[in-house]
């Protein structure tokens, strides 16, 4: 019986929680190792972590993590008899609730042995979906390198856009670790608005008619000439807050004014694009790219206004929804041709090709029926990744390291049936200003009110008293599967319902556009 040995090295501070003890330990499932595991040192410990894992019989048991020497090594031994399956550890970037999302279904992944996220937080730490790693500094592209390196990481998943349009994704390939996420010049899809316009442009992409300015007046004579309603973005990243949807002339000057002169978005709005209003249904799709080749996921559609019935100000994401009945197996199709593939095309003609996954915001016109690239994301949406993940059955690390490698021909997704929904709970006062640092409870209990129910962090962490509290906007994504999209609705919302926490709200209306008005009600 053949045995490898790996010797990790020691980890100085891993997080843990006395509510959970199989932070690290659970990641070592029977799927991963098919014999025994043998965890080394003089005390079987790691770092802060003390690990006792014992081989009873299949499946694998774990027990209780204690503090001990930070000078201690992890040692692995894995039988690798009959074993032909590339298994990787995995560091995901990140610390949402889309970060939260791609840790549980990587863990599921029978190609990966373990998973670490930076900086996480502390419902991905105490669900024991990844090993938080809350100081490593994810705009340290040294410091990343050094980490995948020290433990042996094959593969990094980089999810916000910042840190890409930074140049991590660029620093971890030039450094041999296989990366999913673009380069900072692929980035530029998100992290500029001009440049994603101008791209659509060039290789004939259907989008919205516009107009870039960075002089107020200016903006404000070509929204006299168009007229209201009519859509102002700041050209940069702003966390999802830089669009104003104005019906009048008047707003749209504030929103110009408020971008432009008073710079309430920083250099993110430095420029502005002033867009047509196209009218219609908004729907999100997703495609993994590997530089050459794409291939579609599954649709969902998610709800961007932060009051029922989209009313209100644009916010991040305040629920979503899988599959998404607006998004047609023939319109989909319609989308790779005329958007995503065009896309691919032109960013590798542009020298700058797409790795990672491609986020394509569309409006489904009213007029003609046809999709209109609104804007594009170069990270999986939040909150549609959770109910995209909750769905997806194939073996994400394995997905993900054929993209980083280019060999994505052939593949295939495999999807759960049924349909899932996410309703996500945020702090009283969103997308203005909130109150943090109010207590959360219940979540266990949300969890167990019906099966398969999950409840995602976005931004959560432990007070000196160990009491749940929100650190964010947008908080909680609570997440349900069911045969059909009736049923996994009254599932989150049921689960939602047993969360006590004061200091949060929701949206009551997740879904209203997939059912008849007669059956949109929850006590229907």
């Known amino acids: 019986m053949a045995f490898t040995t790996l010797r990790l090295p020691p980890y100085p501070k891993l997080v843990t929680n006395n509510r959970f003890s199989g932070i690290f330990a659970s990641q070592f499932h029977s799927s991963a190792l098919p014999s025994r595991l043998v965890l080394g040192s003089s005390s079987s410990c790691v770092g802060t972590l003390s690990l006792s894992i014992y081989h009873h019989s299949s499946p694998w048991s774990s027990t209780a993590f204690t503090c001990f020497s930070q000078t201690s090594e992890l040692s692995v031994s894995v039988d690798t008899h009959g074993s032909n399956t590339e298994r990787v550890v995995v560091l995901v970037i990140g610390g949402g609730g889309r970060e939260h999302a791609l840790c549980y279904a990587l863990q599921r992944s029978p190609s990966c042995d373990a998973v670490f996220c930076a900086p996480g937080n502390a419902g991905i730490s105490t669900s024991g979906n990844a090993t938080c790693i809350p100081d490593l500094d994810i705009f340290d592209s040294s410091a990343v390198i050094s980490f995948c390196r020290k433990w042996g990481v094959g593969l990094v998943v980089v999810e916000p856009e910042a840190p890409l349009v930074s140049g991590l994704a660029n620093d971890l390939v030039t450094a041999g670790i296989p990366t999913f996420g673009p380069s900072a010049e692929a980035a ?184 209109k690239l609104i804007e594009y994301n170069v990270r999986f949406g939040d909150s549609e990744c959770q109910v995209l993940m909750v769905r997806l059955e194939s073996d994400l690390a394995k997905v993900m390291l054929a993209t980083s490698r280019g060999e994505l021909k052939g593949v295939s997704l495999k999807w759960s049936p049924g349909s899932a929904m996410v309703v996500v709970m945020a702090s009283k006062g969103y997308p203005g200003s909130y109150e943090k640092e109010t207590v959360i409870r219940n979540l266990e209990e949300a969890e167990c009110v019906a099966p398969a129910v999950k409840v995602f962090h976005a931004g959560t962490a432990f007070d000196s008293d160990g009491n749940l509290i929100a650190t964010g906007d947008r908080v909680l994504g609570i997440t349900a599967k069911g045969r059909d999209l009736e049923e996994a609705r009254d599932k989150a919302y049921l689960a939602v319902e047993e969360i006590n926490w004061p200091g949060g709200f929701y949206r009551q209306d997740i879904g209203w556009r997939a059912f008849p008005q007669k059956q949109f009600s929850r006590n229907a």
């Open 188 to 371: 530029a899809l998100a992290g500029s608005k001009d440049f994603m316009k101008t791209i659509c442009h060039k290789y004939g992409i259907p989008t919205a008619k516009y107009q870039t300015f960075s002089d107020a007046s200016a903006a404000k004579q070509y929204i006299k000439e168009q007229g209201a309603p009519i859509v102002i973005k700041a050209d940069g990243l702003a966390a999802g807050k830089g669009v104003a949807v104005s019906s009048t002339l008047e707003e749209a000057y504030k929103a110009v004014d408020s971008m432009l002169v008073e710079g309430i978005f920083g250099s993110a709005g430095y420029r502005v694009i002033v867009e047509e209003f196209v009218e219609g249904e908004e729907a999100s799709f997703f495609a993994l790219v590997d530089g050459e080749n794409a291939i579609p996921l599954e649709s969902a559609q998610g709800y961007k206004r932060v009051g029922d019935g989209d009313t209100d100000p644009n916010t991040g994401g305040m629920g979503a929804y899988s599959p998404a009945p607006v998004l047609t197996k023939e319109l989909q199709n319609v989308v790779m041709e005329s958007i995503i593939l065009p896309t691919v095309k032109g960013m590798s003609m542009e020298g700058c090709k797409f790795v990672g996954v491609l986020y394509a915001g569309l409006m489904i016109d009213k007029k003609s029926g046809l999709p």
